[in-house]
């Protein structure tokens, strides 16, 4: 009876080769599972002199660093040159070898590490605060140039605050050190 089936040793009997999100079809391995040889693969592809410049094309023209190496890490994964634990591994070091890149050439410019600016939520803010003050400009101009005001007294009070700390620490500064010391007669009497 079991040679009558249709499906014995077909596809719907058995799992097919490359079942597991791991492996594609043909179930091939990845061609690096250290992640030196991975880094070595992609340094020794940096050598060439195309990819180099274009490289520094990419970096030089505002593409952060870290996007550059995630880029490379996600492309060997998907070409399966290695697995997703071996791409996030060779990240920090991809970072540091892009870094040393733009700055061969002794580049002066500006360019960027990580996609978004460490202070950014103060820009969106800033950028929101102007937003608002326009639409109240429109809206409400009477309470738009008050709150004008009474921002325009907080800068000025800012400044003053500002002012004071700075002529406090000249003070300090031009203020004759003393000369006794470090330690103080009443204390050697003790």
Known sequence: ?????????????????????????????QRFVDPEDALQSIISGLQVEKNRN????YIYSGI???????????????????????????KPALNMILTDIALED????????????TYQEDIDEVELENTMMNLMEEENPQLA?????????DEQEELKVREEEIVKRQQKA??????????TR?????
């Open 64 to 90: 952060p660093v870290s996007t550059i190496a995630e880029t490379i890490a996600l492309t060997g994964y998907a070409e399966n040159q290695f697995n997703p634990d071996v791409a996030e591994l060779i």
């Open 186 to 190: 009443d204390e050697e009497s003790v």
């Open 174 to 183: 031009n203020s004759p050190a003393p000369t006794g010391g470090f330690i």
């Open 106 to 117: 002794d580049f002066m410019g500006p360019f960027r590490l990580t996609p978004q600016p």
């Open 54 to 57: 274009k490289t520094k094309a």
């Open 1 to 29: 009876m079991a040679k009558d089936r249709p499906f014995k040793d077909k596809m719907l009997s058995r799992a097919p080769a490359g079942y597991w999100m791991t492996q594609d079809i043909k179930a091939t391995p």
């Open 145 to 153: 140039k008050l709150m004008q005001m009474k921002q325009d007294e």
